[in-house]
C-alpha cells in the first residue's frame, strides 16, 4: 500500500492553469501508480484552465463548491460530487464562476502506461 496524506501531496504545475493550486495525490511524484494517476485542484474565485484536450480519458468529481465544464457541446456547472467523464480528445476548460473556492478531484490514467508521462 502506498498512502499519501494530503498535507504531503506534492503540488504541480500543470500548463494553462490560472488561480489554481493542484496537488498530486497518487502517481508521479506522489508515488508509484501503474495505470492512472489521482490529483486534487483548487479553483479561486475567477480560477480555472484554457480550453484544451489530452490524449486520454479524464474523470472529475467535485469535492466542494461549483465548477463550469465547458467543452465545444456547450457548458454544465458541477456542484458537490457531481462527476463528469471527458473522452480522449474532448476539449474542456474549467472555470470557477463564484466567488467561492472550489475543489475537484481528477482521475486521469498515464499517456502510456510505460511511460508514465
Excluded at 468529481?61 to 480522449?88: F, K
Excluded at 472550489?102 to 486521469?108: H, T
Aim: hydrophobic share 30%; aromatic share 6%.
Amino acid at each position: 500500500m502506498k498512502l499519501t496524506r494530503y498535507r504531503d501531496a506534492p503540488a504541480y504545475f500543470p500548463p494553462n492553469h490560472e488561480g489554481m493550486h493542484c496537488l498530486r495525490l497518487q502517481g508521479h511524484e506522489a508515488g508509484p501508480s501503474d495505470t492512472l494517476w489521482l490529483g486534487m485542484s483548487h479553483l479561486l474565485p475567477g480560477g480555472g484552465t484554457t480550453l484544451d484536450a489530452s490524449g486520454v480519458e479524464k474523470l472529475y468529481v467535485v469535492l466542494e463548491g461549483e465548477v463550469t465544464i465547458a467543452t465545444e457541446e456547450g457548458e454544465q456547472v458541477l456542484r458537490r460530487y457531481d462527476s463528469a467523464r471527458l473522452a480522449p480528445g474532448e476539449k474542456r476548460a474549467l472555470r470557477n464562476n463564484t466567488n467561492h473556492p472550489a475543489s475537484i478531484l481528477l482521475a486521469m490514467p498515464y499517456q502510456s502506461t510505460s511511460s508514465k508521462q
